[in-house]
């Protein structure tokens, strides 16, 4: 059984930093690419940040760069998105999903997990 469980949210003032994680089971972690997406209340889905598992390319919005740094371990199965300097506007459920390489979409997604950001 394939899944994605998301971990670290939580209230944080803004400034401060937040580390999720990411643990994955049920499929071959090098050969998945790994995204972390954010939905904040009343707005759609946006990705925020990837990661190749295979070369570990990366890729991250304007808006988060500089700040979050996502990072994937393929020996734990984990991938990590590191969010510093947080605002307010980063306040939302935070979801991993992952797909494989060259895929246009996202096969496998986590229930979420809730940063809070206040000001």
């Known amino acids: 059984e394939v899944q994605l469980v998301e971990s670290g949210g939580g209230l944080v003032q803004a400034g401060g930093s937040l580390r999720l994680s990411c643990a994955a089971s049920?499929?071959?972690?090098?050969?998945?690419?790994i995204g972390w997406f954010r939905q904040a209340p009343g707005k759609e889905r946006e990705g925020v940040s990837c990661i190749s598992s295979s070369d570990g390319s990366t890729y991250y919005i304007d808006s988060v760069k500089g700040r979050f740094t996502i990072s994937s371990d393929n020996a734990k199965n984990t991938a990590r998105l590191q969010m510093n300097s947080l605002k307010p506007e980063d306040t939302g459920d935070h979801y991993c999903a992952a797909k494989r390489a060259g895929d246009a979409s996202y096969d496998y997604w986590g229930q979420g997990t809730r940063v809070t950001v206040s000001s």
């Open positions: 049920g499929f071959t972690f090098d050969d998945y690419a």
